[in-house]
């Protein structure tokens, strides 16, 4: 498995920021209500860049000698699942984002500042688990060094194999 690369993250975000925003304002151009997004989404990107964080936090102890061993395909599954959260994130929050700043221009009209605001609400729960994704992947990092039997053992003290 692949260490995240930034410039993949910024050129999802970007992109789905582009698709977000072009796809909005064509849809409102066209004369097309915009969809009113739930505000417990801000919520679910909480909860579930949370659960990457607390499922990556043993294996950030056990890196630091502070816990014992931890099963290996627990460990490939939380640093699987922090990358996910982490890729899932940069689209929603670049989507949602994008909805967003399309709505910003019609910001005195009620109806659609509340839909920009739940919108902005929605961008920021894909940017908090993206931010939670990094962080976990992040801990759950392996660093080598030396031969191959020396860089073995370092991967793995304490995983259980």
Do not use: N
Not at 74 to 93: E, K, P, W
Not at 123 to 146: F, K
């Amino acid at each position: 498995m692949r260490p995240l690369k930034w410039r993949v993250l910024a050129s999802a975000l970007l992109i789905a920021a582009a698709v977000g925003a072009g796809g909005s304002f064509l849809a409102l151009r066209g004369g097309a209500a915009p969809v009113h997004l739930p505000w417990s989404t801000l919520i679910v990107g909480i909860a579930l860049g949370g659960l990457a964080l607390v499922m990556a936090w043993p294996i950030r102890q056990l890196k630091r000698g502070k816990r014992g061993r931890i099963d290996s395909t627990r460990a490939v599954r939380t640093a699987m699942l922090a990358q996910a959260s982490a890729y899932a994130g940069a689209l929603l929050g670049g989507m949602y984002g994008g909805f967003a700043l399309v709505l910003l221009r019609d910001w005195s009209h009620p109806p659609r500042r509340e839909a920009a605001i739940a919108a902005g609400l929605a961008a920021l729960g894909g940017l908090i688990m993206l931010a939670a994704g990094v962080i976990a992947e992040w801990w759950c990092r392996i660093t080598d060094s030396g031969d191959d039997e020396t860089a073995h053992e370092a991967r793995s003290p304490g995983v259980a194999h």
